[in-house]
């Protein structure tokens, strides 16, 4: 029975280098989030970091501001979905086969 919990331990060690390597790739990705046809333009990690924002000047108008404020939202949510959905597949790819379909494993959540 020691020799299996070993090898579970084992198995479980190279399961925690494998996802902090995906981890450190996913921070060096990048997505893009848009809105209002490119004139907001947000920049994301995979691990959801905003790294950057482009506001084209034609759609700043100080009479608007609100409008402005919904696109800069529409963006960051846009980028945000991207950076998840790309660290979802990551993740997965990185445990495929070592963790069962539908198994909810506490600090795998990305």
Request: hydrophobic content about 45%; aromatic content about 0%.
């Amino acid at each position: 029975m020691a020799r299996g919990m070993a090898g579970m331990m084992r198995q479980a060690q190279k399961l925690q280098a494998k996802l902090a390597r995906v981890q450190e790739e996913l921070a060096e990705q990048q997505v893009e989030g848009s809105a209002g046809g490119g004139m907001v333009v947000v920049r994301a990690n995979g691990r959801q970091e905003i790294l950057g924002i482009k506001i084209d000047p034609e759609v700043v108008d100080p009479e608007d501001v609100e409008m402005l404020e919904d696109l800069v939202m529409a963006a960051i949510q846009q980028a945000r979905e991207k950076a998840q959905a790309m660290a979802e597949e990551a993740m997965q790819q990185a445990t495929a086969g070592l963790i069962p379909p539908g198994m909810n494993v506490p600090g795998l959540g990305v």
